[in-house]
Each structure stands twice: as structure tokens, then as C-alpha cells.
């Protein structure tokens, strides 16, 4: 059992060397994402406002993934980092994602709130962690005048599926 939990911890350790790596090739190229992203053209939209919004829809989310690896040292598990663009006014709804992930600011604020917990504004270089299956209840741009964009790293099962599931309210 003491084995299993090291290789566990070395594995976890490696994901994170791997994080931080990818973060900062990401930060240091932010406005190069298009060059990043290669043949990765595929967007994930996110719905718009919910219906306690108004009638009016707010802009929505545009997830851009930048790379996808299988990770060798943990089975039938794979990291994806993907640029998160918020355009002026965004709004992200209830949301879960398939794994742990970790969300840097590169540009901008944003608001966002884990179910439970208060609403946080993070700017530029802060950091937060979201656990596996944890209730993302929103994220928002904090401007209505300038766009904002995250990094955010995935750990999720191999295939490089969906990153974000929506959960009703």
C-alpha cells in the first residue's frame, strides 16, 4: 500500500512539474495562441447567461485547447491546457469538469465562484484549483468594457474529451 500511495504522490508531482511547464510556455506566449494551437482548431462554446440572466444573453466563453498528452507515468489519464477567452461582459454558467483542473489569469479579471464558497475576483497572475467534480456555480468577466482570458490546465481521463459539462441548476 506504501508503494502504491508514493507512486501515486510521484505521479501527482510529475503532473504538477508538467503544469507549470506548460503554464509557463502558455503565459510567456498568450498572444500567440493561434501559432500554439496547430491543427487543435476545435472550440468548446459555452452556453450563454441562464435564464436568471434576463432576456438579454451575455457574450459566452470560447475554450481554445493548445495541447493534449497522455500521461505516461499515470494510466488512462491525459493533460490539456486550453486558452479560456472571455470577451467583455462574459458569463460562464453552473458548470463540472471531467477532472481536477487549475485556471491562471493571463489577462484581465474575472469573477468565479465554486458552489459553497464566496464569489472571488482574480486578476492577472492569480491562480485557482478546482477539484475533480467540484460545482463550478459561475465565472464571469469582470469588465463589461475589456476582455479577459485564463490558462487552464485539465487532468481528465484519455481521450482528450469534453472538458466542461454543464449541471442544471
Not at 493561434?34 to 491543427?39: E, F, K, L, P, S
Amino acid at each position: 500500500m506504501t508503494e502504491d500511495v508514493s507512486s501515486r504522490s510521484l505521479a501527482l508531482l510529475g503532473v504538477a512539474a508538467v503544469a507549470a511547464g506548460l503554464l509557463g510556455v502558455a503565459v510567456i506566449q498568450s498572444d500567440r495562441a493561434t501559432a500554439i494551437t496547430g491543427g487543435m482548431d476545435a472550440h468548446i462554446h459555452m452556453m450563454g447567461a441562464d435564464a436568471r440572466e434576463g432576456a438579454m444573453a451575455r457574450p459566452t466563453t470560447t475554450v481554445k485547447p493548445l495541447s493534449c498528452e497522455k500521461l505516461p507515468n499515470v494510466p488512462g489519464h491525459s493533460i490539456t491546457t486550453a486558452l479560456v477567452e472571455f470577451p467583455p461582459n462574459a458569463y460562464t454558467p453552473r458548470h463540472r469538469h471531467p477532472g481536477p483542473v487549475t485556471a491562471f489569469v493571463i489577462k484581465g479579471a474575472l469573477r468565479s465562484q465554486m458552489e459553497g464558497g464566496p464569489a472571488v475576483t482574480y486578476t492577472m497572475g492569480q491562480t485557482w484549483f478546482e477539484a475533480p467534480g467540484a460545482i463550478h456555480a459561475f465565472a464571469e468577466n469582470a469588465s463589461a468594457t475589456e476582455p479577459a482570458e485564463l490558462l487552464a490546465i485539465f487532468v481528465a481521463e484519455d481521450d482528450c474529451g469534453p472538458l466542461t459539462i454543464p449541471v442544471p441548476d
